[in-house]
Nanobody, 125 residues
Framework: QVQLVESGGGLVQAGGSLRLSCVAS????????MAWYRQAPGKPREFVAE???????KYAESAKGRFTISRDNAMNTVYLQMNSLKPEDTAVYYC???????????????????WGQGTQVTVSS
């Protein structure tokens, strides 16, 4: 099985920065796209950014120019550097892996659409 654990959330003033991290654990053979989503109170979960294994990144319009997604394939970790934070960025941020191959004994399995438990980001005005 593959598990995702996020960290780095917290309370920050508007204009400040935070760096989120998400580590994938398990006997991982490979990970496809890694992404960040967020969910504000009373709103649906929304896409923030995604990075492919070869570091191609995509961003939501709200994140362009302020957020940077990156990954360390050797450490099975994805990061989200968030700058110039706004109160409307307040949300629970979730890490997502669209597909990962992992080992159980000598067999290879595929896990899909894997989510972390989320980390709270609060931006005060």
């Amino acid at each position: 099985q593959v598990q995702l654990v996020e960290s780095g959330g917290g309370l920050v003033q508007a204009g400040g920065s935070l760096r989120l991290s998400c580590v994938a654990s398990g006997r991982i053979a490979s990970i496809d796209n890694m992404a960040w989503y967020r969910q504000a109170p009373g709103k649906p979960r929304e896409f923030v950014a995604e990075v492919s294994p070869d570091a191609n990144a995509k961003y939501a319009e709200s994140a362009k120019g302020r957020f940077t997604i990156s990954r360390d394939n050797a450490m099975n970790t994805v990061y989200l550097q968030m700058n110039s934070l706004k109160p409307e960025d307040t949300a629970v941020y979730y890490c997502n892996v669209d597909r990962a191959l992992y080992l159980v004994a000598t067999s290879t399995f595929s896990g899909e659409d894997i989510w972390g438990q989320g980390t709270q980001v609060t931006v005060s005005s």
